[in-house]
T-cell receptor, first 111, second 113 residues
Framework: GDSVTQMEGPVTLSEEAFLTINCTYTATGYPSLFWYVQYPGEGLQLLLK?????DKGSNKGFEATYRKETTSFHLEKGSVQVSDSAVYFCALNDYGQNFVFGPGTRLSVLP | DARVTQTPRHKVTEMGQEVTMRCQPILGHNTVFWYRQTMMQGLELLAYFRNRAPLDDSGMPKDRFSAEMPDATLATLKIQPSEPRDSAVYFC???????????FGPGTRLLVL
């Protein structure tokens, strides 16, 4: 079945550091890919998405590119802030039939 | 700013008791999801509705869990009888027709003693 794998956390960075959170997926078709963010005590919020190969999703300084050849959707940000501390989930949606979330990666940004 | 609402936000109960969690999806959204989040299992999809009809509840333990949408403004998740292993945060999410984006509620934190 479909699956999503994310890098193990927690990830701890200093403010203004560069962030990469790796995400790879397996799917039978050509899924849409998502990054969701969960702040403490809250539900998940959509951060960005990409619906086809080579699409780049971006929001709030975060970016991720849909790489079909490597089945990856790595999340990047050039300069993280303390307010970016949260848990980040990579997810896929396969033709609206199958919704799969990765295990989440906790990010802590220190001032 | 439209949001998914969930009640109760916190629930503590004893093993064997019935638990009902409620969700009000964003007005106009036609898809509703129920998820369970635990440290060990992460986020698991329990059930998925479109236009109030259940499309997938394969992730839900059928013997004790049930999910319904009595109308377009209310989704319920019921556990009867509850067990300590059901302790988790239960999220409801909704989505508009034709969109794959899900909008999550704040969750119900359930503790079964």
């Amino acid at each position: 079945g479909d699956s999503v794998t994310q890098m193990e956390g927690p990830v701890t960075l200093s403010e203004e550091a560069f962030l990469t959170i790796n995400c790879t997926y397996t799917a039978t078709g050509y899924p849409s890919l998502f990054w969701y963010v969960q702040y403490p005590g809250e539900g998940l919020q959509l951060l960005l998405k990409a619906t086809k190969a080579d699409d780049k999703g971006s929001n709030k300084g975060f970016e991720a590119t849909y790489r079909k050849e490597t089945t990856s959707f790595h999340l990047e940000k050039g300069s993280v802030q303390v307010s970016d501390s949260a848990v980040y989930f990579c997810a896929l949606n396969d033709y609206g039939q199958n919704f799969v979330f990765g295990p989440g990666t906790r990010l802590s940004v220190l001032p | 700013d439209a949001r998914v609402t969930q009640t109760p936000r916190h629930k503590v109960t004893e093993m064997g008791q019935e638990v009902t969690m409620r969700c009000q999806p964003i007005l106009g959204h036609n898809t509703v999801f129920w998820y369970r989040q635990t440290m060990m299992q992460g986020l698991e999809l329990l059930a998925y509705f479109r236009n109030r009809a259940p499309l997938d509840d394969s992730g839900m333990p059928k013997d004790r869990f049930s999910a319904e949408m009595p109308d377009a403004t209310l989704a319920t998740l019921k556990i009867q009888p509850s067990e300590p292993r059901d302790s988790a945060v239960y999220f409801c999410a909704s989505g508009p027709q034709g969109s794959e984006t899900q909008y999550f509620g704040p969750g119900t934190r359930l503790l079964v003693l």
